[in-house]
Protein backbone atom coordinates (compact mmCIF):
# COMPACT_ATOMS: atom_id res chain seq x y z
CA UNK A 1 0.00 0.00 0.00
CA UNK A 2 1.20 3.38 -0.41
CA UNK A 3 2.82 5.34 1.95
CA UNK A 4 -0.19 8.46 2.72
CA UNK A 5 1.44 12.12 2.37
CA UNK A 6 0.49 14.43 4.70
CA UNK A 7 -1.64 17.75 3.38
CA UNK A 8 0.93 20.49 2.24
CA UNK A 9 3.83 18.47 1.86
CA UNK A 10 5.79 16.51 -1.17
CA UNK A 11 5.07 13.09 -2.43
CA UNK A 12 7.17 10.62 0.34
CA UNK A 13 10.79 9.73 -1.40
CA UNK A 14 13.87 8.12 -0.39
CA UNK A 15 16.32 10.86 -0.93
CA UNK A 16 19.27 9.99 -3.09
CA UNK A 17 21.52 13.04 -3.79
CA UNK A 18 19.64 15.46 -6.18
CA UNK A 19 17.40 12.45 -7.55
CA UNK A 20 14.20 11.59 -5.07
CA UNK A 21 13.75 8.06 -5.60
CA UNK A 22 9.47 7.02 -5.51
CA UNK A 23 8.59 3.07 -6.13
CA UNK A 24 5.14 2.50 -7.74
CA UNK A 25 3.23 1.32 -5.36
CA UNK A 26 5.12 2.08 -2.35
CA UNK A 27 5.33 6.19 -2.70
CA UNK A 28 2.35 5.91 -5.36
CA UNK A 29 -0.76 4.73 -6.04
CA UNK A 30 -1.55 3.60 -9.31
CA UNK A 31 -4.42 5.87 -11.69
CA UNK A 32 -6.47 3.68 -13.77
CA UNK A 33 -7.63 6.40 -16.56
CA UNK A 34 -4.03 6.90 -16.83
CA UNK A 35 -2.86 2.98 -17.32
CA UNK A 36 -5.87 2.39 -19.88
CA UNK A 37 -4.15 5.79 -21.59
CA UNK A 38 -1.33 4.37 -21.56
CA UNK A 39 -2.11 0.97 -23.34
CA UNK A 40 -3.92 2.80 -26.02
CA UNK A 41 -1.33 5.93 -26.70
CA UNK A 42 1.47 3.51 -26.76
CA UNK A 43 0.36 3.98 -30.78
CA UNK A 44 2.14 7.32 -30.23
CA UNK A 45 5.55 5.81 -28.71
CA UNK A 46 5.67 3.48 -31.69
CA UNK A 47 5.67 6.68 -34.11
CA UNK A 48 9.51 6.00 -33.65
CA UNK A 49 9.45 3.09 -35.87
CA UNK A 50 9.41 4.47 -39.27
CA UNK A 51 12.36 6.66 -38.42
CA UNK A 52 14.59 4.18 -37.30
CA UNK A 53 13.93 2.20 -39.88
CA UNK A 54 14.67 4.83 -42.15
CA UNK A 55 17.97 6.11 -40.62
CA UNK A 56 19.23 2.97 -39.60
CA UNK A 57 17.90 0.03 -41.56
CA UNK A 58 16.43 -1.95 -38.65
CA UNK A 59 13.97 -4.57 -39.58
CA UNK A 60 10.24 -3.78 -38.40
CA UNK A 61 11.00 -6.70 -35.58
CA UNK A 62 13.88 -4.57 -34.18
CA UNK A 63 12.82 -1.53 -34.39
CA UNK A 64 10.11 -2.66 -32.56
CA UNK A 65 12.79 -3.90 -29.42
CA UNK A 66 14.12 -0.26 -29.38
CA UNK A 67 10.94 1.42 -28.89
CA UNK A 68 10.24 -0.73 -26.08
CA UNK A 69 13.48 -0.72 -24.73
CA UNK A 70 13.01 3.32 -24.92
CA UNK A 71 9.70 2.73 -23.13
CA UNK A 72 10.83 1.49 -20.29
CA UNK A 73 13.64 3.79 -20.06
CA UNK A 74 10.75 6.38 -19.21
CA UNK A 75 10.14 4.98 -16.12
CA UNK A 76 13.37 6.59 -14.49
CA UNK A 77 11.67 10.04 -14.93
CA UNK A 78 8.90 9.39 -12.20
CA UNK A 79 10.97 7.01 -10.60
CA UNK A 80 13.85 9.41 -9.94
CA UNK A 81 11.92 12.50 -8.85
CA UNK A 82 10.72 13.94 -12.38
CA UNK A 83 6.85 14.96 -12.36
CA UNK A 84 7.06 14.38 -16.35
CA UNK A 85 5.88 12.27 -18.99
CA UNK A 86 9.45 12.14 -21.02
CA UNK A 87 9.51 11.53 -24.64
CA UNK A 88 11.94 12.58 -28.07
CA UNK A 89 12.94 16.08 -28.76
CA UNK A 90 10.39 15.68 -31.36
CA UNK A 91 10.80 19.28 -33.64
CA UNK A 92 14.11 18.42 -33.94
CA UNK A 93 12.86 15.04 -35.98
CA UNK A 94 13.10 16.73 -39.18
CA UNK A 95 16.75 17.89 -39.06
CA UNK A 96 17.75 14.40 -37.49
CA UNK A 97 15.98 12.70 -41.18
CA UNK A 98 17.98 15.66 -42.99
CA UNK A 99 21.08 15.42 -41.38
CA UNK A 100 20.61 11.90 -41.35
CA UNK A 101 20.10 11.79 -45.51
CA UNK A 102 23.50 13.09 -46.32
CA UNK A 103 25.57 10.06 -45.22
CA UNK A 104 25.35 6.65 -46.84
CA UNK A 105 22.83 4.37 -45.65
CA UNK A 106 24.49 1.37 -43.46
CA UNK A 107 27.36 2.16 -41.39
CA UNK A 108 28.05 5.81 -42.07
CA UNK A 109 24.79 6.54 -40.90
CA UNK A 110 24.83 4.64 -37.92
CA UNK A 111 28.20 6.05 -36.93
CA UNK A 112 26.53 9.92 -37.34
CA UNK A 113 23.34 8.72 -35.44
CA UNK A 114 25.44 7.13 -32.73
CA UNK A 115 27.62 10.36 -32.38
CA UNK A 116 24.85 12.53 -32.33
CA UNK A 117 23.07 10.52 -29.58
CA UNK A 118 25.96 10.40 -27.59
CA UNK A 119 27.36 13.90 -27.80
CA UNK A 120 23.71 14.76 -27.01
CA UNK A 121 24.08 12.79 -23.79
CA UNK A 122 27.16 14.86 -22.78
CA UNK A 123 25.37 18.15 -23.29
CA UNK A 124 22.25 17.11 -20.94
CA UNK A 125 24.67 15.55 -18.35
CA UNK A 126 26.83 18.47 -18.62
CA UNK A 127 24.33 20.93 -18.06
CA UNK A 128 22.50 19.54 -15.72
CA UNK A 129 25.29 18.73 -13.22
CA UNK A 130 26.68 22.48 -14.02
CA UNK A 131 23.45 24.06 -13.95
CA UNK A 132 24.35 26.26 -17.19
CA UNK A 133 21.60 25.60 -19.18
CA UNK A 134 19.24 28.26 -18.62
CA UNK A 135 22.33 31.04 -18.96
CA UNK A 136 23.69 29.30 -21.92
CA UNK A 137 20.09 29.26 -23.64
CA UNK A 138 20.03 32.72 -22.96
CA UNK A 139 22.29 33.96 -24.50
CA UNK A 140 21.44 32.80 -27.67
CA UNK A 141 19.39 35.71 -29.51
CA UNK A 142 15.58 35.19 -29.73
CA UNK A 143 15.30 35.36 -33.63
CA UNK A 144 18.10 32.69 -33.81
CA UNK A 145 16.10 30.66 -30.87
CA UNK A 146 12.54 31.12 -33.24
CA UNK A 147 14.26 30.32 -36.46
CA UNK A 148 15.74 27.43 -35.08
CA UNK A 149 12.01 25.84 -34.13
CA UNK A 150 10.25 27.66 -37.09
CA UNK A 151 12.83 25.71 -39.93
CA UNK A 152 12.14 22.68 -37.92
CA UNK A 153 8.61 22.99 -38.46
CA UNK A 154 9.13 23.90 -42.00
CA UNK A 155 11.43 21.13 -43.02
CA UNK A 156 9.00 18.52 -41.02
CA UNK A 157 5.84 19.57 -43.15
CA UNK A 158 8.10 20.04 -46.28
CA UNK A 159 9.48 16.45 -45.67
CA UNK A 160 5.47 15.12 -46.04
CA UNK A 161 4.22 17.15 -48.74
CA UNK A 162 6.51 17.29 -51.27
CA UNK A 163 6.37 15.47 -54.43
CA UNK A 164 7.37 11.92 -53.70
CA UNK A 165 7.45 12.37 -49.68
CA UNK A 166 5.68 10.84 -47.21
CA UNK A 167 2.15 11.45 -47.75
CA UNK A 168 2.67 9.59 -51.37
CA UNK A 169 0.07 7.02 -51.73
CA UNK A 170 -1.84 7.78 -48.42
CA UNK A 171 -2.80 11.40 -49.47
CA UNK A 172 -6.44 10.79 -47.72
CA UNK A 173 -5.62 9.06 -44.83
CA UNK A 174 -3.15 11.24 -43.90
CA UNK A 175 -5.35 14.59 -45.03
CA UNK A 176 -8.30 13.32 -42.93
CA UNK A 177 -6.32 12.27 -39.88
CA UNK A 178 -4.53 15.73 -40.13
CA UNK A 179 -7.78 17.66 -39.78
CA UNK A 180 -8.88 15.88 -37.03
CA UNK A 181 -5.74 16.64 -35.62
CA UNK A 182 -6.03 19.59 -36.35
CA UNK A 183 -9.19 19.89 -34.86
CA UNK A 184 -8.76 18.54 -31.91
CA UNK A 185 -5.77 20.31 -30.51
CA UNK A 186 -6.19 23.74 -32.20
CA UNK A 187 -9.11 24.42 -33.02
CA UNK A 188 -10.50 27.38 -30.76
CA UNK A 189 -14.14 26.34 -31.89
CA UNK A 190 -13.65 22.50 -30.41
CA UNK A 191 -12.36 24.35 -27.12
CA UNK A 192 -15.36 25.95 -26.59
CA UNK A 193 -17.42 22.92 -27.58
CA UNK A 194 -15.68 20.42 -24.96
CA UNK A 195 -16.25 22.82 -22.27
CA UNK A 196 -20.06 22.26 -23.06
CA UNK A 197 -19.89 18.44 -24.02
CA UNK A 198 -18.59 15.40 -21.84
CA UNK A 199 -17.89 13.57 -24.62
CA UNK A 200 -15.38 16.04 -26.42
CA UNK A 201 -13.83 16.94 -23.18
CA UNK A 202 -12.75 13.36 -22.90
CA UNK A 203 -11.34 13.00 -26.55
CA UNK A 204 -9.45 15.99 -26.17
CA UNK A 205 -7.37 14.02 -23.24
CA UNK A 206 -5.75 11.84 -25.89
CA UNK A 207 -4.03 14.54 -28.35
CA UNK A 208 -3.54 13.15 -31.80
CA UNK A 209 -4.89 9.33 -30.81
CA UNK A 210 -8.35 10.71 -32.23
CA UNK A 211 -6.73 11.78 -35.91
CA UNK A 212 -4.51 8.63 -36.37
CA UNK A 213 -7.67 6.51 -35.14
CA UNK A 214 -9.90 8.23 -37.83
CA UNK A 215 -6.40 7.66 -40.58
CA UNK A 216 -6.53 3.96 -39.67
CA UNK A 217 -10.16 3.65 -40.29
CA UNK A 218 -9.95 5.47 -43.49
CA UNK A 219 -6.61 4.47 -45.00
CA UNK A 220 -8.15 0.51 -45.55
CA UNK A 221 -11.35 2.12 -47.21
CA UNK A 222 -9.61 4.04 -49.57
CA UNK A 223 -6.87 0.77 -49.93
CA UNK A 224 -3.70 3.36 -48.77
CA UNK A 225 -2.87 1.21 -45.61
CA UNK A 226 -3.51 -2.51 -45.16
CA UNK A 227 -5.58 -3.66 -43.02
CA UNK A 228 -3.91 -4.91 -39.76
CA UNK A 229 -3.33 -8.70 -38.87
CA UNK A 230 -3.36 -9.36 -35.01
CA UNK A 231 -0.18 -11.15 -33.77
CA UNK A 232 0.11 -12.60 -30.21
CA UNK A 233 2.52 -12.79 -27.84
CA UNK A 234 5.33 -10.32 -26.49
CA UNK A 235 8.39 -8.62 -27.96
CA UNK A 236 11.31 -10.67 -27.60
CA UNK A 237 13.93 -9.51 -25.88
CA UNK A 238 16.46 -11.53 -27.70
CA UNK A 239 15.64 -8.78 -30.94
CA UNK A 240 17.64 -6.57 -28.62
CA UNK A 241 20.89 -9.02 -29.15
CA UNK A 242 20.81 -8.42 -32.93
CA UNK A 243 20.09 -4.84 -32.37
CA UNK A 244 23.69 -4.52 -30.33
CA UNK A 245 25.65 -6.90 -32.90
CA UNK A 246 24.36 -5.02 -35.88
CA UNK A 247 24.16 -1.21 -35.31
CA UNK A 248 25.89 -0.42 -32.17
CA UNK A 249 29.86 0.38 -31.16
CA UNK A 250 29.98 -3.15 -29.66
CA UNK A 251 29.18 -4.91 -32.98
CA UNK A 252 29.79 -4.03 -36.41
CA UNK A 253 29.26 -0.85 -36.71
CA UNK A 254 32.36 0.26 -33.50
CA UNK A 255 32.86 3.47 -32.64
CA UNK A 256 32.22 6.05 -34.68
CA UNK A 257 35.57 8.11 -35.69
CA UNK A 258 36.38 11.59 -34.33
CA UNK A 259 35.22 13.42 -37.94
CA UNK A 260 31.07 12.53 -37.06
CA UNK A 261 31.41 13.84 -33.25
CA UNK A 262 32.40 17.20 -34.63
CA UNK A 263 30.05 17.19 -38.27
CA UNK A 264 27.08 16.82 -35.61
CA UNK A 265 27.81 19.89 -33.57
CA UNK A 266 25.60 21.72 -35.16
CA UNK A 267 22.76 19.45 -35.12
CA UNK A 268 23.40 19.10 -31.56
CA UNK A 269 22.77 23.04 -30.96
CA UNK A 270 19.66 23.67 -32.79
CA UNK A 271 18.05 20.12 -30.81
CA UNK A 272 19.41 21.26 -27.38
CA UNK A 273 18.10 24.57 -28.17
CA UNK A 274 14.38 22.86 -29.22
CA UNK A 275 14.43 20.52 -26.00
CA UNK A 276 15.25 23.85 -23.52
CA UNK A 277 12.01 24.74 -24.87
CA UNK A 278 10.67 21.56 -23.37
CA UNK A 279 11.76 22.33 -19.54
CA UNK A 280 10.48 26.05 -20.02
CA UNK A 281 7.26 24.43 -20.85
CA UNK A 282 7.80 21.88 -17.97
CA UNK A 283 8.06 24.11 -15.61
CA UNK A 284 5.11 26.24 -16.50
CA UNK A 285 2.88 23.01 -16.74
CA UNK A 286 4.00 21.98 -13.02
CA UNK A 287 4.05 25.16 -11.11
CA UNK A 288 0.70 25.57 -12.58
CA UNK A 289 -0.16 22.04 -10.77
CA UNK A 290 1.23 23.24 -8.02
CA UNK A 291 -0.62 26.06 -8.03
CA UNK A 292 -3.80 24.33 -7.94
CA UNK A 293 -3.11 22.10 -5.67
CA UNK A 294 -2.01 23.25 -2.23
CA UNK A 295 -2.41 19.83 -0.69
CA UNK A 296 0.83 18.85 -2.13
CA UNK A 297 4.40 20.57 -3.33
CA UNK A 298 5.38 19.44 -6.75
CA UNK A 299 9.23 19.73 -7.14
CA UNK A 300 10.30 19.99 -10.35
CA UNK A 301 14.32 20.56 -11.16
CA UNK A 302 15.06 21.61 -14.89
CA UNK A 303 19.05 19.73 -13.81
CA UNK A 304 18.01 16.75 -12.42
CA UNK A 305 15.70 16.32 -15.89
CA UNK A 306 18.91 17.06 -17.60
CA UNK A 307 20.66 14.55 -16.14
CA UNK A 308 18.30 11.68 -16.45
CA UNK A 309 17.60 13.25 -20.45
CA UNK A 310 21.49 12.71 -20.55
CA UNK A 311 21.25 8.91 -19.11
CA UNK A 312 18.60 7.81 -21.45
CA UNK A 313 20.71 9.39 -24.13
CA UNK A 314 23.47 7.77 -22.91
CA UNK A 315 21.80 4.04 -22.61
CA UNK A 316 20.01 3.80 -25.97
CA UNK A 317 22.76 5.38 -27.88
CA UNK A 318 25.62 2.29 -27.02
CA UNK A 319 22.66 -0.05 -26.85
CA UNK A 320 19.84 0.74 -29.15
CA UNK A 321 20.54 4.11 -31.15
CA UNK A 322 17.54 6.41 -31.52
CA UNK A 323 17.12 8.55 -33.74
CA UNK A 324 14.42 10.61 -32.47
CA UNK A 325 16.85 11.21 -29.61
CA UNK A 326 15.45 11.24 -26.11
CA UNK A 327 13.91 14.46 -24.21
CA UNK A 328 12.78 15.49 -21.45
CA UNK A 329 9.03 15.92 -22.49
CA UNK A 330 6.22 14.58 -23.98
CA UNK A 331 3.74 17.38 -23.21
CA UNK A 332 0.84 15.78 -24.04
CA UNK A 333 1.04 12.87 -21.69
CA UNK A 334 2.32 15.43 -19.13
CA UNK A 335 -0.72 17.71 -19.94
CA UNK A 336 -3.11 15.11 -20.01
CA UNK A 337 -1.97 13.96 -16.35
CA UNK A 338 -1.68 17.35 -14.71
CA UNK A 339 -5.04 18.38 -16.06
CA UNK A 340 -6.64 15.46 -14.27
CA UNK A 341 -4.86 16.07 -11.09
CA UNK A 342 -6.13 19.58 -11.18
CA UNK A 343 -9.40 18.13 -10.13
CA UNK A 344 -8.19 17.39 -6.19
CA UNK A 345 -7.18 14.66 -4.00
CA UNK A 346 -10.01 12.16 -4.74
CA UNK A 347 -9.77 12.57 -8.53
CA UNK A 348 -5.59 11.76 -8.51
CA UNK A 349 -3.77 11.79 -5.17
CA UNK A 350 -0.32 12.76 -6.56
CA UNK A 351 0.74 13.87 -9.97
CA UNK A 352 3.40 10.74 -9.37
CA UNK A 353 0.59 8.54 -9.32
CA UNK A 354 -0.49 9.68 -12.63
CA UNK A 355 2.59 10.49 -14.88
CA UNK A 356 4.11 7.15 -12.87
CA UNK A 357 0.93 5.09 -14.05
CA UNK A 358 0.73 6.81 -17.44
CA UNK A 359 4.51 5.60 -18.07
CA UNK A 360 4.50 2.25 -16.67
CA UNK A 361 1.63 1.34 -18.71
CA UNK A 362 2.93 2.64 -22.14
CA UNK A 363 6.13 0.53 -20.98
CA UNK A 364 4.19 -2.51 -20.56
CA UNK A 365 2.04 -1.80 -23.76
CA UNK A 366 4.99 -1.40 -25.92
CA UNK A 367 6.20 -5.57 -25.37
CA UNK A 368 2.52 -6.74 -26.32
CA UNK A 369 2.52 -8.01 -30.04
CA UNK A 370 -1.51 -7.77 -30.37
CA UNK A 371 -1.30 -4.02 -29.96
CA UNK A 372 1.69 -3.81 -31.36
CA UNK A 373 0.50 -5.61 -34.65
CA UNK A 374 -3.00 -3.40 -34.46
CA UNK A 375 -1.46 0.04 -34.91
CA UNK A 376 1.47 -1.37 -36.90
CA UNK A 377 -0.47 -0.34 -40.80
CA UNK A 378 -0.68 2.80 -39.73
CA UNK A 379 2.78 3.75 -38.31
CA UNK A 380 3.76 5.48 -41.29
CA UNK A 381 0.81 7.96 -41.65
CA UNK A 382 1.01 8.51 -37.63
CA UNK A 383 4.70 9.72 -38.45
CA UNK A 384 3.21 11.92 -40.77
CA UNK A 385 0.37 12.81 -39.03
CA UNK A 386 2.99 13.42 -35.94
CA UNK A 387 5.20 15.84 -38.38
CA UNK A 388 2.17 17.79 -39.72
CA UNK A 389 1.22 18.76 -36.28
CA UNK A 390 4.73 19.70 -35.48
CA UNK A 391 4.66 22.00 -38.07
CA UNK A 392 1.96 23.62 -37.12
CA UNK A 393 2.81 23.88 -33.21
CA UNK A 394 6.07 24.90 -34.44
CA UNK A 395 4.80 27.39 -36.30
CA UNK A 396 2.74 29.41 -34.35
CA UNK A 397 5.17 29.41 -31.25
CA UNK A 398 8.23 30.73 -33.17
CA UNK A 399 6.02 33.38 -34.33
CA UNK A 400 5.10 33.77 -31.05
CA UNK A 401 8.59 34.49 -29.96
CA UNK A 402 9.77 37.33 -32.40
CA UNK A 403 8.24 41.05 -32.00
CA UNK A 404 9.98 43.42 -34.21
CA UNK A 405 10.39 43.05 -38.16
CA UNK A 406 14.04 42.13 -37.81
CA UNK A 407 13.50 39.35 -35.53
CA UNK A 408 10.52 37.57 -38.02
CA UNK A 409 12.98 38.55 -40.86
CA UNK A 410 16.17 36.84 -39.68
CA UNK A 411 13.81 34.00 -38.18
CA UNK A 412 12.21 33.25 -41.46
CA UNK A 413 15.65 34.07 -43.41
CA UNK A 414 17.59 31.24 -40.64
CA UNK A 415 14.56 28.88 -41.01
CA UNK A 416 14.54 28.74 -44.37
CA UNK A 417 18.36 27.68 -44.65
CA UNK A 418 17.86 25.66 -41.55
CA UNK A 419 15.19 23.00 -43.34
CA UNK A 420 16.30 23.03 -47.17
CA UNK A 421 19.99 23.47 -46.02
CA UNK A 422 20.64 21.77 -43.02
CA UNK A 423 21.31 22.65 -39.54
CA UNK A 424 25.01 24.73 -39.84
CA UNK A 425 23.66 26.59 -42.87
CA UNK A 426 21.14 27.78 -40.94
CA UNK A 427 22.92 28.49 -37.74
CA UNK A 428 25.33 30.20 -39.76
CA UNK A 429 22.89 32.01 -41.50
CA UNK A 430 21.25 33.10 -38.10
CA UNK A 431 24.44 34.19 -36.94
CA UNK A 432 25.42 36.70 -39.97
CA UNK A 433 21.88 37.75 -40.32
CA UNK A 434 21.81 38.92 -36.40
CA UNK A 435 24.85 40.70 -36.24
CA UNK A 436 24.11 42.78 -39.59
CA UNK A 437 20.77 43.60 -38.79
CA UNK A 438 20.55 43.77 -34.97
CA UNK A 439 16.89 43.33 -33.72
CA UNK A 440 15.77 46.93 -33.17
CA UNK A 441 14.18 49.94 -35.38
CA UNK A 442 17.14 52.46 -35.46
CA UNK A 443 15.72 54.22 -37.88
CA UNK A 444 16.51 58.15 -37.38
CA UNK A 445 13.79 60.49 -37.41
CA UNK A 446 15.45 62.97 -40.53
CA UNK A 447 14.34 66.78 -39.84
CA UNK A 448 12.07 68.40 -41.97
CA UNK A 449 12.70 72.10 -42.86
CA UNK A 450 9.29 74.25 -42.33
CA UNK A 451 7.23 75.26 -45.28
CA UNK A 452 8.46 78.92 -46.76
CA UNK A 453 5.89 81.55 -45.93
CA UNK A 454 4.83 82.26 -49.15
CA UNK A 455 4.27 78.64 -49.35
CA UNK A 456 1.67 78.88 -46.64
CA UNK A 457 0.45 81.67 -47.96
CA UNK A 458 -0.11 80.25 -50.99
CA UNK A 459 -1.51 76.85 -49.81
CA UNK A 460 -3.98 79.03 -47.58
Avoid at 10 to 38: A, T, V
Avoid at 91 to 109: M, N, T
Avoid at 130 to 143: D, E, H, M, Q, R
Wanted: overall charge neutral.
Amino acid sequence: MAVIREHGKEQPYIPFGIFKLRLPFMHYKQEWPEFWQGLILVAVALGAIPILQETLGVPFELAVAMVALNGLLYILHPTFGDPLFPGWITPAIPLVLAFAGGYEAGIDRIHAIIALQLTMAVVFTFMGVTGLAKKIVNLVPVSMRAGIILGAGIAAVVGVIKPGGRMAGQEVTILVGAIICYLVLFSWRFQIAKSKNSFLGQLAKYGMLPGMIVAAVVGPIFGEIAIPTIEWGFVPFGNLTQVISGYTIFGAPGFPPLGYFIEVLPLVFAAYIIAFGDFVLAEVVTKDADEVRQDEVIDFNANRSNIISGLRNFIMALIAPYAPLCGPLWAGGTIAAVERYKHGRKSMDSIFGGVGTFVIAMAIAGFLMPIISLVKPVLPAALSLTLIVQGFACAYIAMEMVKGKEERGVAGIMAIFLAFRGAAWGLAAGVILHLLIGVKDQITAVPVAPPAENNKSIDA
